[in-house]
Every structure is written in structure tokens, then in C-alpha cells.
């Protein structure tokens, strides 16, 4: 990853601030179209994250958390963009302390 952990946290940060309008974009989609444009918002992610210089393997497993993130999003997860950046922190292990005390004492 080409340029720290700040542009990791800040482009991952800003893909997850992002989810809710992508959400809220898609919710008037006819069914049928749902599926061929996850499959574009993915690709949009993964191609966005190895322009951040993150390795084919990161942006594999990112751009999957991220997609999952989407997809609750769109079933109505009510999840905060805190609470998906922790999660996704989480859950992935990338960041380590990209997620700070406070960021987890206003979800908890």
C-alpha cells in the first residue's frame, strides 16, 4: 500500500460514508437491474482501491467486506458509518488501530 495507513484509512473511510447514498441510489432500481449493478458498484471498488496501491489480494477481500456492508445497507441494516468502518475494521484486521477508542465508545 503506496502511501500509509492516513490515505488507507481516509479512502476506506470515504468508501463507507459512501454506502448509505449508493444504498439510497439503488433502493428504486427494478429487481432485475439490482444484480448488474452491484456487480458495477464492485468493480468501481476494486478498481478505486488498487488505484490507492492496495495489493490484488486486499482489494479482493476489502471490496468483498465493503460489498456486504452495501448489501445490509440495501436490506436495511440501520447500521451508523461508524459503525460499518469499525466492523469492517474488524473484520478484515487491516487497520489495527485505524480505529480509535472513541470512534468505539460512541458505537458501544
Do not use: H
Amino acid at each position: 500500500m503506496l502511501d500509509g495507513p492516513e490515505v488507507e484509512t481516509g479512502i476506506l473511510e470515504s468508501i463507507v460514508v459512501g454506502i448509505p447514498r449508493v444504498a439510497k441510489t439503488m433502493e428504486d432500481l427494478p429487481v432485475e437491474q439490482i444484480w448488474s449493478v452491484l456487480g458495477v458498484v464492485e468493480g468501481s471498488y476494486r478498481r478505486t482501491l488498487a488505484q490507492y496501491g492496495f495489493s490484488q489480494s486486499d482489494c479482493q477481500a476489502l471490496t468483498s467486506a465493503i460489498m456486504r456492508r452495501l448489501k445490509g445497507q440495501l436490506g436495511a441494516d440501520g447500521l451508523t458509518e461508524n459503525e460499518m468502518m469499525i466492523r469492517l475494521c474488524e473484520e478484515l484486521g487491516v487497520l489495527g488501530n485505524a480505529v480509535t477508542a472513541d470512534q468505539r465508545s460512541a458505537v458501544g
